[in-house]
Protein backbone atom coordinates (compact mmCIF):
# COMPACT_ATOMS: atom_id res chain seq x y z
CA UNK A 1 0.00 0.00 0.00
CA UNK A 2 1.48 3.38 -0.87
CA UNK A 3 1.39 5.25 1.68
CA UNK A 4 0.02 8.57 1.63
CA UNK A 5 1.52 11.92 0.63
CA UNK A 6 3.13 13.93 3.42
CA UNK A 7 1.22 17.10 4.51
CA UNK A 8 2.53 20.22 3.17
CA UNK A 9 5.26 21.74 4.75
CA UNK A 10 5.03 25.64 4.84
CA UNK A 11 8.46 26.16 6.14
CA UNK A 12 11.37 24.38 4.12
CA UNK A 13 14.59 23.65 5.91
CA UNK A 14 17.86 23.28 3.62
CA UNK A 15 19.76 20.95 3.85
CA UNK A 16 23.83 21.93 5.11
CA UNK A 17 25.98 22.36 1.85
CA UNK A 18 29.16 20.34 2.03
CA UNK A 19 32.67 21.77 1.95
CA UNK A 20 33.27 22.19 -1.96
CA UNK A 21 37.26 22.14 -3.55
CA UNK A 22 37.88 24.41 -5.69
CA UNK A 23 38.94 21.42 -8.16
CA UNK A 24 35.34 20.24 -7.69
CA UNK A 25 32.32 21.67 -9.54
CA UNK A 26 29.88 23.67 -7.06
CA UNK A 27 26.00 22.68 -6.96
CA UNK A 28 25.42 24.22 -10.01
CA UNK A 29 28.17 23.04 -12.10
CA UNK A 30 30.46 25.43 -11.87
CA UNK A 31 34.08 25.75 -11.10
CA UNK A 32 36.02 28.17 -8.53
CA UNK A 33 39.42 28.01 -10.50
CA UNK A 34 39.16 30.91 -12.29
CA UNK A 35 38.27 32.70 -8.96
CA UNK A 36 41.52 31.13 -7.74
CA UNK A 37 43.67 32.62 -10.89
CA UNK A 38 41.69 35.91 -10.53
CA UNK A 39 42.68 36.19 -6.91
CA UNK A 40 46.09 34.89 -7.61
CA UNK A 41 46.54 37.80 -10.91
CA UNK A 42 45.48 40.82 -7.85
CA UNK A 43 47.85 39.63 -5.56
CA UNK A 44 50.50 39.89 -7.86
CA UNK A 45 49.58 43.34 -8.95
CA UNK A 46 49.71 44.37 -5.55
CA UNK A 47 52.80 43.10 -4.65
CA UNK A 48 54.39 44.34 -7.96
CA UNK A 49 53.24 47.90 -6.68
CA UNK A 50 54.32 47.80 -3.57
CA UNK A 51 57.92 46.39 -4.56
CA UNK A 52 57.74 49.31 -6.97
CA UNK A 53 56.68 52.05 -4.27
CA UNK A 54 58.88 50.44 -1.92
CA UNK A 55 61.97 50.78 -4.33
CA UNK A 56 61.19 54.10 -5.27
CA UNK A 57 61.02 55.44 -1.63
CA UNK A 58 64.63 53.87 -1.05
CA UNK A 59 65.75 56.08 -4.44
CA UNK A 60 64.54 58.84 -2.55
CA UNK A 61 65.85 58.47 0.74
CA UNK A 62 69.36 58.10 -0.56
CA UNK A 63 68.89 61.04 -2.37
CA UNK A 64 67.42 63.15 0.94
CA UNK A 65 70.39 61.53 2.92
CA UNK A 66 72.74 62.28 0.64
CA UNK A 67 71.71 66.16 0.64
CA UNK A 68 71.56 66.51 4.52
CA UNK A 69 75.12 65.84 4.06
CA UNK A 70 76.10 67.95 1.66
CA UNK A 71 74.47 71.22 3.46
CA UNK A 72 76.02 69.97 6.83
CA UNK A 73 72.07 69.26 8.42
CA UNK A 74 71.32 66.18 10.65
CA UNK A 75 68.18 64.01 9.52
CA UNK A 76 65.13 65.13 10.30
CA UNK A 77 63.40 63.03 12.66
CA UNK A 78 60.33 61.83 10.24
CA UNK A 79 62.26 60.63 7.64
CA UNK A 80 65.39 58.46 9.77
CA UNK A 81 63.57 55.68 8.21
CA UNK A 82 61.02 54.57 5.40
CA UNK A 83 59.05 52.66 7.61
CA UNK A 84 56.41 49.84 6.37
CA UNK A 85 54.51 52.57 4.61
CA UNK A 86 54.29 52.83 0.98
CA UNK A 87 51.92 55.34 -0.12
CA UNK A 88 51.69 57.74 -2.60
CA UNK A 89 51.54 60.51 -0.04
CA UNK A 90 54.37 59.15 1.90
CA UNK A 91 57.05 59.64 -1.30
CA UNK A 92 55.12 62.93 -2.02
CA UNK A 93 56.17 63.83 1.75
CA UNK A 94 59.78 62.71 0.82
CA UNK A 95 59.51 64.77 -2.56
CA UNK A 96 58.77 67.81 -1.03
CA UNK A 97 61.55 67.33 1.39
CA UNK A 98 64.07 66.63 -1.28
CA UNK A 99 62.78 69.81 -2.73
CA UNK A 100 63.17 72.03 0.30
CA UNK A 101 67.06 70.83 1.20
CA UNK A 102 67.83 70.91 -2.32
CA UNK A 103 66.83 74.38 -2.54
CA UNK A 104 69.03 75.15 0.27
CA UNK A 105 71.85 73.61 -1.00
CA UNK A 106 71.67 75.20 -4.54
CA UNK A 107 71.61 78.42 -2.67
CA UNK A 108 74.64 77.86 -0.78
CA UNK A 109 76.42 76.68 -4.01
CA UNK A 110 75.93 79.78 -5.70
CA UNK A 111 77.66 81.38 -2.33
CA UNK A 112 80.52 79.35 -2.52
CA UNK A 113 80.94 79.43 -6.26
CA UNK A 114 80.73 83.21 -6.10
CA UNK A 115 83.07 83.30 -3.32
CA UNK A 116 85.89 81.12 -4.91
CA UNK A 117 85.41 83.14 -8.38
CA UNK A 118 86.24 86.38 -6.45
CA UNK A 119 89.19 84.35 -4.32
CA UNK A 120 91.00 83.53 -7.73
CA UNK A 121 90.54 87.19 -8.84
CA UNK A 122 92.28 88.21 -5.99
CA UNK A 123 94.86 85.45 -5.92
CA UNK A 124 95.85 86.21 -9.43
CA UNK A 125 95.97 90.63 -8.64
CA UNK A 126 97.96 89.63 -5.60
CA UNK A 127 99.95 87.02 -7.10
CA UNK A 128 99.02 84.57 -5.01
CA UNK A 129 98.45 80.29 -4.55
CA UNK A 130 96.50 77.77 -2.99
CA UNK A 131 97.48 77.09 0.44
CA UNK A 132 95.49 74.59 1.99
CA UNK A 133 92.59 71.95 1.31
CA UNK A 134 90.04 74.80 1.14
CA UNK A 135 92.16 76.79 -1.18
CA UNK A 136 92.96 73.67 -3.37
CA UNK A 137 89.45 73.10 -3.91
CA UNK A 138 88.99 76.81 -4.70
CA UNK A 139 91.73 76.56 -7.27
CA UNK A 140 90.53 73.02 -8.95
CA UNK A 141 86.48 74.08 -8.64
CA UNK A 142 86.03 70.96 -6.69
CA UNK A 143 83.69 72.01 -4.02
CA UNK A 144 82.01 68.58 -3.30
CA UNK A 145 84.81 67.61 -1.31
CA UNK A 146 84.15 70.53 1.16
CA UNK A 147 80.41 70.50 1.32
CA UNK A 148 78.14 73.28 1.24
CA UNK A 149 77.93 73.92 5.04
CA UNK A 150 77.89 77.09 7.03
CA UNK A 151 81.37 76.45 8.12
CA UNK A 152 82.56 75.95 4.54
CA UNK A 153 80.91 79.23 3.50
CA UNK A 154 82.33 80.94 6.77
CA UNK A 155 85.88 80.08 5.73
CA UNK A 156 85.27 81.16 2.52
CA UNK A 157 84.03 84.42 3.62
CA UNK A 158 86.82 84.86 6.18
CA UNK A 159 89.77 84.12 3.20
CA UNK A 160 87.93 86.51 0.91
CA UNK A 161 88.00 89.48 3.32
CA UNK A 162 91.62 88.73 4.13
CA UNK A 163 92.46 89.07 0.46
CA UNK A 164 90.69 91.84 -0.16
CA UNK A 165 92.31 93.59 3.24
CA UNK A 166 95.58 92.74 1.82
CA UNK A 167 94.39 94.27 -1.64
CA UNK A 168 93.66 97.82 -0.28
CA UNK A 169 97.02 97.68 1.63
CA UNK A 170 99.07 96.97 -1.50
CA UNK A 171 96.97 99.11 -3.67
CA UNK A 172 97.58 102.16 -0.80
CA UNK A 173 101.38 101.71 -0.87
CA UNK A 174 101.77 101.42 -4.75
CA UNK A 175 99.45 105.06 -4.26
CA UNK A 176 102.51 106.52 -2.54
CA UNK A 177 105.03 105.29 -4.59
CA UNK A 178 103.46 106.69 -7.52
CA UNK A 179 103.26 110.46 -6.26
CA UNK A 180 107.00 109.65 -5.29
CA UNK A 181 107.78 108.68 -8.50
CA UNK A 182 105.81 111.60 -10.27
CA UNK A 183 107.58 114.19 -8.26
CA UNK A 184 111.03 112.55 -9.32
CA UNK A 185 109.80 112.94 -13.21
CA UNK A 186 108.76 116.31 -12.64
CA UNK A 187 112.12 117.13 -10.92
CA UNK A 188 113.74 115.67 -14.03
CA UNK A 189 112.08 116.24 -16.80
CA UNK A 190 110.94 112.98 -17.42
CA UNK A 191 109.31 112.57 -21.00
CA UNK A 192 105.91 111.30 -20.85
CA UNK A 193 106.45 108.64 -23.39
CA UNK A 194 109.22 107.57 -20.91
CA UNK A 195 106.58 107.61 -18.27
CA UNK A 196 103.63 105.66 -20.00
CA UNK A 197 106.38 102.69 -20.75
CA UNK A 198 106.94 102.73 -16.99
CA UNK A 199 104.25 102.03 -15.70
CA UNK A 200 102.85 99.91 -18.37
CA UNK A 201 105.99 97.85 -17.53
CA UNK A 202 105.63 97.98 -13.62
CA UNK A 203 101.12 97.25 -13.69
CA UNK A 204 99.71 95.52 -11.03
CA UNK A 205 99.89 95.49 -6.97
CA UNK A 206 102.06 91.62 -6.88
CA UNK A 207 104.93 91.06 -4.70
CA UNK A 208 107.09 90.84 -7.58
CA UNK A 209 106.38 94.42 -8.42
CA UNK A 210 106.88 95.77 -5.64
CA UNK A 211 110.10 93.66 -4.85
CA UNK A 212 111.38 95.29 -8.19
CA UNK A 213 110.62 98.61 -7.26
CA UNK A 214 112.50 98.33 -4.40
CA UNK A 215 115.46 96.96 -5.88
CA UNK A 216 115.50 99.70 -8.08
CA UNK A 217 115.31 102.48 -5.68
CA UNK A 218 117.63 101.03 -3.93
CA UNK A 219 120.06 100.22 -6.58
CA UNK A 220 119.19 104.30 -7.69
CA UNK A 221 120.18 105.34 -4.15
CA UNK A 222 123.50 103.50 -4.43
CA UNK A 223 124.20 105.17 -7.24
CA UNK A 224 123.50 108.51 -6.02
CA UNK A 225 125.10 107.37 -2.65
CA UNK A 226 122.00 108.93 -1.11
CA UNK A 227 123.04 106.90 2.59
CA UNK A 228 119.38 105.84 4.34
CA UNK A 229 118.86 103.27 7.00
CA UNK A 230 117.97 99.88 5.50
CA UNK A 231 114.20 100.20 7.25
CA UNK A 232 113.40 103.05 5.78
CA UNK A 233 110.18 103.20 3.67
CA UNK A 234 110.51 103.30 0.31
CA UNK A 235 108.06 106.78 0.24
CA UNK A 236 110.60 107.99 2.63
CA UNK A 237 113.12 107.19 -0.27
CA UNK A 238 111.06 109.08 -2.59
CA UNK A 239 111.38 111.80 -0.46
CA UNK A 240 115.12 111.88 0.61
CA UNK A 241 115.77 111.68 -3.03
CA UNK A 242 113.29 114.43 -4.44
CA UNK A 243 115.25 116.61 -1.89
CA UNK A 244 118.45 115.88 -2.93
CA UNK A 245 118.01 116.51 -6.54
CA UNK A 246 121.52 118.18 -6.21
CA UNK A 247 123.83 115.53 -3.94
CA UNK A 248 127.42 117.05 -2.84
CA UNK A 249 129.57 114.20 -4.98
CA UNK A 250 127.01 114.65 -8.09
CA UNK A 251 127.74 118.24 -10.53
CA UNK A 252 124.46 120.18 -10.90
CA UNK A 253 124.29 119.32 -14.94
CA UNK A 254 125.03 115.81 -14.48
CA UNK A 255 123.41 114.71 -11.58
CA UNK A 256 123.25 111.18 -11.24
CA UNK A 257 123.32 110.30 -15.59
CA UNK A 258 121.57 106.79 -14.86
CA UNK A 259 118.61 108.21 -12.88
CA UNK A 260 116.20 108.17 -15.72
CA UNK A 261 117.30 104.40 -16.86
CA UNK A 262 116.37 103.26 -12.97
CA UNK A 263 113.62 104.96 -12.16
CA UNK A 264 111.65 103.65 -15.66
CA UNK A 265 112.28 100.33 -13.84
CA UNK A 266 111.27 101.25 -10.43
CA UNK A 267 107.43 101.14 -10.23
Not at 159 to 186: H, Y
Not at 214 to 228: A, L, P, T
Request: contains cysteine; glycine residues 8%; proline residues 6%.
Amino acid sequence: MIPPNPPFRTHHTPRPTPHLSVFQPSPNGLCLIPYRDSLEHIRGNLQETWDLRAATLREREGTLFQLYADVGAGIESGFSCTGDRVSLARIAQYDEEIKRVGGIKSERGAEVEGLAAQIKDLWEELGFGPRDEYERSVAQGSFGELGWGTLVISILSAKFQSLSAEKLAREEKIMVMGQGITTLWKRLATPEEEQTAFLEAHAGIGDDVISAVRRVIKSFNSQCRIEVPHTTSLSVLLLTFSLSTHPPHCSAKSICPTSRLSLRCAL
